[in-house]
T-cell receptor, first 114, second 113 residues
């Protein structure tokens, strides 16, 4: 079974702090994704990566950056956390397009910014 | 752009069938997926259907696809209280170069005893 592990289930940070959310997958997937989930808004794609050191902006990249130094690890960085970034963050991974390649999700990190 | 719509809420009694509906706009979608999210957890892949199929059955789950109307449904037979969760419909748009999926906002299924 695919395992996508997010390093923290719950995080509480202060406004202005730099925040790192870490995600590791064990299936040698090329693609990795970061979403945020908010009530009434569903899942919104922040960034994704299709290879090491490659990244693409999703629908809401403002206020976020990402890092993919190794194939199995994809980090989401909040350079200066703000209260409107309080949310559930979901990491996912998949094989490249061309196959039936569903996204496999981690259990999420619930981030609160005070 | 792509859009996936779902009703927000469904309530059923234990033992009844549940039907969760979804509409999408991209006629070139290749695969369509159903995910389940239990409280406080991530999304779990339930099932999927390829766009050249019109039905897929997997134990208690039946997926129906009407490609002409761009309508997808998930039927859960003999619904149990453990099926209470949020269900997301997702499509792979035909022009998605990097395997991104477009998700609906999710349908909350509440199963009462």
């Amino acid at each position: 079974d695919v395992k996508v592990t997010q390093s923290s289930r719950y995080l509480v940070k202060r406004t202005g702090e730099k925040v790192f959310l870490e995600c590791v997958q064990d299936m040698d997937h090329e693609n990795m994704f970061w979403y945020r989930q908010d009530p009434g808004l569903g899942l919104r794609l922040i960034y994704f990566s299709y290879d090491v050191k490659m990244k693409e902006k999703g629908d809401i990249p403002e206020g976020y950056s990402v890092s993919r130094e190794k194939k199995e690890r994809f980090s989401l960085i909040l350079e200066s956390a703000s209260t409107n970034q309080t949310s559930m963050y979901l990491c996912a991974s998949s094989f490249p397009r061309g196959n039936n390649s569903p996204l496999h999700f981690g259990n999420g990190t619930r981030l609160t910014v005070t | 752009g792509e859009d996936v719509e779902q009703s927000l809420f469904l309530s059923v009694r234990e033992g009844d069938s549940s039907v969760i509906n979804c509409t999408y706009t991209d006629s070139s979608s290749t695969y369509l997926y159903w995910y389940k999210q239990e409280p406080g957890a991530g999304l779990q892949l339930l099932t999927y259907i390829f766009s050249n199929m019109d039905m897929k059955q997997d134990q208690r789950l039946t997926v129906l696809l009407n490609k002409k109307d761009k309508h997808l449904s998930l039927r859960i037979a003999d619904t149990q209280t453990g099926d209470s969760a949020i269900y997301f419909c997702a499509e792979r748009p035909g022009d998605s170069g990097y395997s991104t999926l477009t998700f609906g906002k999710g349908t909350m299924l509440l199963v009462s005893p």
